[in-house]
């Protein structure tokens, strides 16, 4: 197939432990086999800093824990035709919203830093060493419109494989009894 | 004690009352207490010595009155002729009454007029002994006429023949649902075997409503004889009040008349040297609407959590401790004395083809007469609303009526014709409930108005069922989002979803109903949710719309 | 013993007298979705999972206690019954902090696989991500409020089948927590006779043994053990 007609993928990671990334890596040769059929523009193995335009497909790891999640999302909402909550921090927020019952993110930062602000990166005299916080984490659905769900932690291998297979033919992806949460 | 010593009581208590040159009822009801009922009337008491009136004057405490935004109210009866009431009475203000009898000259100021429609509109029969008969004294309500009704039941009646003169009255019941009461009564009677209990449900917890509250505490004797009739009809030896321990003066009042009742034979053993035994007993709920809903209740009798099961089983098959129980509203028992007086016939002649006799509506919100009114049912809602409640005050518009509490809707404008009855408040998507009618003006939000009752159940729900547990949670959130500014077409969606799951899937009423005021408020005021979400703005300027998610 | 007929989903089954909707399904292999329910246990119709649609009445009724009648007509899984299962689940997994990724009945979980076998990919509702606790005071189990369902499995077999009553619920509505006597630790629990029947009951890892990934987990137990004591037959 010519690469230029190819459906354009991306993959994106936000607040997550790029678990789904790995498991995507686990498709081993086959990803020899999907790189026939479609075209990778973005992703956390390129070396590439900015998300393209018109990306046909995007499957987004993790949840939005800080602002730069947030605004990236956004982005790539405005530039994807099919997005893709990969896997359950992207999907329900997961280990990464497990800080939400707590609050605040301070009493979090405070376990792992001390309560002296000082030393705490992105909050006081720290603030713009790493991005801010967001008072609480979303899963993807709360920000943007989602349109399929690829549950799991981390998806398994196969799976992946099936999702990105059907949506690169521009079929409609239903998973019924497939996939689970977990 | 038999029929012919009640006579006796009676006539004593009739001669009194002839003799004495004026009748001095003030509200005892809680909303005059709570603006100082109580002192006005130990002044009156005071005056009356002092002036040397003991002989007579009679100073009375009563049950409500009606006007319960104009109090401590006061009526003064003198002879035959027309009783005056005054407003807003002070213990100084009852000292000048007193004064005032010897020459006949009563105050002038805070006198109301007794012809206005709040009062020439209504027709009370659950509320009929107000101002007439002393919430303490046996003697009063004998005097005017009480427990007649459990005398001719007792001496003329067959079990069978109360069900059907109460099947032939129409009435249905009053806590909220309209069950047939006679065809309940029927059911219950029929159950095998003995050990059935009676229960009345005196738990009213809808916000804002305080019908049943006044018929306790202004006229318990009334419930009690209901009781007795119903027990005697159904063959019941035990009964339980189930009164909300937030009505302290009701349990006071309940108790005393329990006690005079008792003494009097006319509860307890060989009730007016009949055959027939019937006991009553309180039991003070701990403050959870949910127990007001009759499984939970029975489990609440029983000591247990207070959690409602899924019926059939219905109470009247198995009930408390498993036993047929007949569980009526206070309301409805309050209407059986009556029924039996005049006939069931007589008691269908009021109201309409399915809803029969009167019904007792506490007003509230922005309508310039709120208080306790008793009107014929099918009278339509703009009459009760502008004629005896006295319309809108500060000149603003009428927007909507709600009805039923937390599981009744909002009624608009357009419907103000509508007569009010259980079928016709149903058909527009709302319920007769018990009996709040809550008004609204221009200055409410129909949104926020759906926020507030959404937040009563959430908080009321007994959390057994997951989709009442967690489906008004997020009902709850959606609409909060919705009051913030940051509800979208996906909310509203999900919104109208998640009213439809508690409504067909929840165990209880208060799951099936919690979704009643959103779905009424979705249907007539679409265009108000529409506003917040598509507009980010709030018509009435209530909601705060500030963009921040709540969280 | 007289014998029921009825209509379930368009085919005729029989019912023993007295047999609730759920049973005569599960004896015939239909499915019906339940959390609540739990073999040789009351029945409490709190999930409503198993609602039924019943030809005649507008209202849905719970398999587990709804009885059998001669005639009746049943369907247990339309499209409309379906749709408000996944929204029932989905409320659950909203409701609390169930993280299947990190959670001890991962795979086991009955919750879990509910929203698999319904294909819950995702919930719709925002997690109300309340702050609960766990107490970890007994020393061989804990219990972790994050995932409890609230479906009083526990509660029942202690006071049914063990007799102790340890458990039981306080609070309402979103408030509603499962505690041990008067709400004590467990640990100093005095009616607990540890036998750990609530533990094996318990749909999904809100009660567990210390140190263990999976719950154990045995459908039939309850059954075995009324079956046992009545005959007098220990051998499994
Ligand atoms: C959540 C809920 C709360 C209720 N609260 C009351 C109440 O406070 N008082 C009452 O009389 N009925 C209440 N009911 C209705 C009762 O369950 C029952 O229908 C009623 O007491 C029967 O009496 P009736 O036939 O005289 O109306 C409630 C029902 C529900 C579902
Ligand atoms: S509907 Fe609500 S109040 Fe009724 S049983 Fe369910 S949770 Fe309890
Ligand atoms: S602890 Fe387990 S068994 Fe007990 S109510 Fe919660 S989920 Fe059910
Ligand atoms: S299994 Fe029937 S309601 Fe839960």
Redesign the pocket.
């Known amino acids: 197939m010519e690469s230029l007609t190819r459906p354009r993928v991306a993959t994106v990671w936000l607040g997550g432990c790029s678990g789904c990334h790995m498991s995507l890596l686990d498709l081993d040769e086959r990803l020899l086999d999907l790189a026939e059929r479609m075209h990778l523009v973005y992703s956390p193995f390129m070396d590439i800093k900015q998300f393209p335009e018109h990306v046909d497909i995007a499957l987004v790891e993790g949840a939005v824990a800080n602002e730069d999640n947030a605004r990236l999302l956004r982005l790539v909402r405005s530039r994807t035709a099919v997005l893709v909550a990969f896997g359950d921090c992207a999907v329900a927020g997961n280990v990464t919203a497990l800080r939400n019952p707590l609050g605040d993110p301070m009493p979090v930062l405070a376990r792992s830093y001390g309560t002296d602000t000082s030393r705490i990166p992105g909050v006081g005299a720290n603030a713009g060493s790493v991005p801010p916080l967001v008072p609480k984490v979303h899963m993807l659905r709360s920000l943007v419109a989602v349109d399929y769900y690829l549950p799991g932690c981390p998806p398994p291998a196969d799976l992946i494989f099936f999702v990105l297979s059907e949506l690169v033919a521009g079929r409609t992806l239903n998973l019924q009894s497939r996939a689970t949460l977990g | 004690m038999i029929a012919d010593d009640l006579a006796a009581v009676r006539e004593r208590e009739r001669t009194a009352i002839s003799l004495s040159t004026a009748r001095i009822a003030v509200c005892s009801a809680a909303g005059c207490i709570s603006t100082g009922g109580a002192a006005v009337k130990d002044a009156l008491g005071a005056a009356v010595i002092a002036h040397n009136l003991s002989g007579s004057v009679r100073v009375l405490g009563t049950g409500c009155l009606g006007l319960c935004h104009a109090g401590p109210l006061m009526r003064v009866t003198r002879g035959d002729a027309e009783p005056v009431l005054f407003t807003k009475t002070t213990p100084a203000f009852a000292e000048r009454v007193i004064a005032g009898l010897p020459s006949g000259v009563l105050p002038l100021e805070q006198r109301c007029d007794l012809q206005q429609p709040f009062f020439t509109r209504q027709h009370r029969i659950v509320t009929s002994d107000a101002g007439i008969v002393d919430s303490e004294r046996i003697e009063d309500y004998l005097a005017a006429g009480g427990y007649t009704a459990l005398e001719r039941t007792l001496a003329e009646l067959h079990p069978e023949d109360v069900v059907r003169e109460v099947s032939l009255s129409g009435l249905r019941g009053r806590g909220g649902a309209g069950y047939p009461t006679g065809l309940k009564w029927s059911t219950v009677a029929k159950a095998a075997g003995h050990g059935t209990f009676i229960v009345c449900n005196a738990d009213e917890g809808d916000p804002g409503a305080f019908m049943d509250r006044s018929v306790l505490e202004g006229d318990p004797h009334r419930v009690l004889e209901g009781m007795a009739i119903a027990a005697y009809a159904v063959g019941a030896e035990q009964g339980y009040i189930y009164v909300r321990g937030e009505y302290p003066l009701a349990i006071t009042r309940l108790k005393t008349a329990i006690r005079q009742a008792e003494r009097m034979q006319l509860l307890g053993h060989r009730i007016l040297d009949s055959q027939f035994n019937f006991r009553i007993d309180l039991r003070i709920g701990a403050g959870a609407f949910v127990c007001g809903e009759e499984t939970a209740l029975i489990a609440s009798i029983e000591g247990k959590r207070g959690m409602p099961r899924p019926r059939p089983p219905f109470p009247a098959e198995a009930g408390l401790w498993g036993r047929p129980t007949l569980i009526n509203n206070v309301e409805t028992y309050a209407n059986i004395a009556p029924i039996i007086l005049h006939g069931g016939a007589h008691y269908a002649t009021l109201g309409t083809e399915r809803s029969k006799g009167t019904k007792v509506f506490a007003l509230a919100g922005r309508i310039v007469n709120t208080g306790l009114v008793e009107v014929p049912m099918g009278m339509p809602l703009g009459e009760i609303i502008f004629d005896i409640g006295g319309g809108i005050p500060d000149e603003r518009q009428f927007k909507a009526a709600q009805t039923g509490g937390p599981s009744g809707g909002c009624i608009p404008a357009a419907h103000l014709d509508l007569p009010v009855d259980y079928e016709a408040l149903a058909g527009i998507g709302s319920i007769m409930g018990s009996g709040g009618l809550i008004v609204m003006d221009e200055t409410s939000c129909m949104v926020d108005v759906a926020r507030y009752f959404m937040e009563f159940c959430r908080d009321e729900s007994c959390g057994k069922c997951v989709p009442c547990r967690a489906g008004t949670v997020q009902m709850h959130g959606l609409l909060t989002k919705m009051t913030h500014g940051t509800a979208t077409d996906r909310d509203l969606a999900l919104l109208e979803q998640l009213a439809e799951l508690t409504t067909r899937t929840s165990l209880c009423g208060l799951g099936q109903t919690a979704a009643n005021p959103v779905r009424s408020t979705l249907r007539h005021f679409h265009d108000e949710y529409l506003a917040h979400i598509h507009d980010h703005v709030c018509p009435a300027g209530v909601c705060a719309m500030n963009g921040e998610d709540p969280r | 013993m007289s014998v029921t007929t009825l209509t379930m989903n368009g085919t005729l089954v029989s019912a023993a007298e007295g047999a609730t909707l759920l049973a005569v399904a599960r004896e015939h292999h239909i499915p019906i979705p339940t959390l609540c329910h739990f073999e040789g246990l009351s029945e409490v119709g709190a999930c409503r999972l198993c609602l039924v649609e019943v030809e005649g009445s507008n209202r849905l009724q719970a398999a587990c206690m709804t009885k059998a009648v001669e005639g009746m007509t049943v369907t247990t899984n339309s499209e409309t019954l379906r749709s408000y299962r996944r929204q029932i689940v989905e409320l659950l997994l909203a409701e609390r902090n169930h993280v299947c990724a990190v959670c001890v009945a991962n795979h086991t979980c009955e919750l879990q696989n509910l929203a698999v076998s319904m294909g819950v990919h995702h919930v719709r509702y925002e997690p109300q991500a309340p702050q609960l606790s766990m107490d970890a005071s007994h020393p061989r189990w804990i219990?972790d409020h994050n995932?409890?369902?609230?479906?009083?499995?526990?509660?029942r077999v202690c006071d049914e089948i063990e007799g102790a009553h340890t458990?039981d619920l306080m609070g309402r509505g979103r408030h509603t927590l499962?505690i041990s006597d008067l709400h004590e630790p467990w640990g100093q629990s005095e009616s607990c006779t540890s036998c750990g029947k609530?533990v094996r009951?318990?749909?999904?890892g809100?009660?567990f043994e210390k140190g263990t990934s999976a719950t154990n987990k045995d459908p039939h137990f309850v059954t075995y053990l009324k079956m046992a004591r009545e005959q007098k037959l220990w051998n499994r």
């Open positions: 219990l995932r409890c369902v609230l479906c009083t499995r526990c509660v458990w499962v609530c009951v318990c749909p999904t809100a009660l």
